[in-house]
């Protein structure tokens, strides 16, 4: 089932994508050769007004062919024979065509579900957050410089980032007022797995930090702990009850961790770790909102995501990220089927706006890599076609054929190496 359900979103968002590459051809007089989704074998195919419309075996990618594309033709109808603008325009709606579908899905789930206003839910008495005159119900605006509109906006600096500093500002808003605080928060060095987990039920992580001990030893959020150092845990009191008893000293720990109804035995070493407490606790559920505040919230759903995205990917550049955390398809769709396993239970409504959320997620997230300079994506050749309009005069299409190609061939080798991550996960 969560292969079939992968499919039908991954399908979805491709077709959108190469859709705004289709209408822009045609709006510019662009021949398209054929408007296909998937890859490999055609399983079904007709011709139509000039252009052949097809199924392919494999349901992930498709593409737009169009006349001229990849050659140095320029009679009537071909991609060269365009404008160079109209050339742009047909290049970028791809990942443009992504983010409208992002915003649509979007006003969908904030429609039914709501929005997670960035409230202050509890703030701890006596603490420097309260003394500083922070107080349940302010809603956070800004948060160590960074704008808060949601709070997965707080939520995503939180796991990102951390807090790396004990001296934290902020802006919160209250009656209609903005009010700046800067306070210095207590901090407290002790050794630390890096982990958030339930505090009622069963003992599911719900968090994994950033660099910590469990995440360099394989752990995800919504696996569920089982034993610790021999221990049989049956609920998240046990497990809080055995750390107090147990509380730990750099000595490694080994965790029984279930996934998927299977246990694995891990083991993690607990790194000595500077903690922050903020002095209060933030609100990510959501509530309703209004027919304005839909289409707000819902274009900051998608620029969440974008931002996120792009945030991520300067980590891995940075080196704070590697490779190896990386997922592929398979990954994913590994990822979706769990999450529909969690929100089948809670019936249709709920696994229609979890899959919802993960077509936002995705449809967000290829609109931003097929923007990025890379030779081969939408942004490599608009890249080039920039290069165009300042000079003028086309580049050796030999020239930029041959880079394209290059690029290709590396996206395929990280391909195949991010695929055999996956399976190693697995």
Known sequence: ??????????????????????????????????????????????????????????????????????DDDTSEGSFNNASVWARISVVAAGPVFNFILAFVFAMIITSVMGYDPPKVLQVTEGSPAWEAG????????????????????????????????????????????????????????????GFHYASEGEPEILQVMLNSSMQKAGVQAGDIIREINGVE???????????????????????????????????????????????????????????????????????????????????LVKGQFSVNDLSGPVGIIDVMGDSYEAAKTEGAVMVSMQMLYWAILLSANLGVMNLLPIPALDGGRLVFLLVEAVRRKRLNPNVEGMVHFAGFVLLMLLMVFVMFNDFRRL
């Open 134 to 193: 922070l107080r349940e119900g302010d809603v956070i605006t800004e948060f160590q410089g960074k704008n808060i509109v949601i709070g997965r906006d707080l939520d995503s600096y939180m796991t990102l980032h951390g807090l790396q500093d004990e001296t934290i500002s902020l802006t919160y808003k209250r009656d209609g007022k903005k009010q700046d605080i800067t306070f210095r928060a207590n901090s407290e060095s002790k050794y630390m797995l």
């Open 233 to 315: 845990v049956k609920d998240s009191a046990q497990l809080q009850d055995y750390l107090k008893e147990h509380p730990l000293d750099g000595s490694e720990v080994k965790l029984g961790i279930e996934r998927n109804g299977k246990l694995e035995t891990i083991s993690a070493k607990p790194q000595m770790t500077k903690q922050i407490d903020s002095g209060f606790v933030y609100n990510v559920y959501r509530e309703k909102t209004n027919f304005l505040g839909v289409i707000r919230y819902s274009a900051t759903e998608v620029r969440y995501w974008i931002s996120t995205t792009i945030e991520s990917l300067a980590m």
């Open 1 to 70: 089932m969560k292969i079939l359900i992968a499919a039908i979103v991954f399908s979805v968002i491709v077709l959108f994508h190469e859709l705004g590459h289709f209408l822009l051809a045609k709006k510019n007089g662009i021949t398209v050769i054929e408007f296909s989704l998937g890859m490999g074998p055609r399983l079904l195919s007709t011709e139509r007004g000039g252009t052949r419309y097809s199924l392919k075996l494999f349901p992930i990618g498709g593409s737009c062919m169009m006349a001229g594309e990849d």
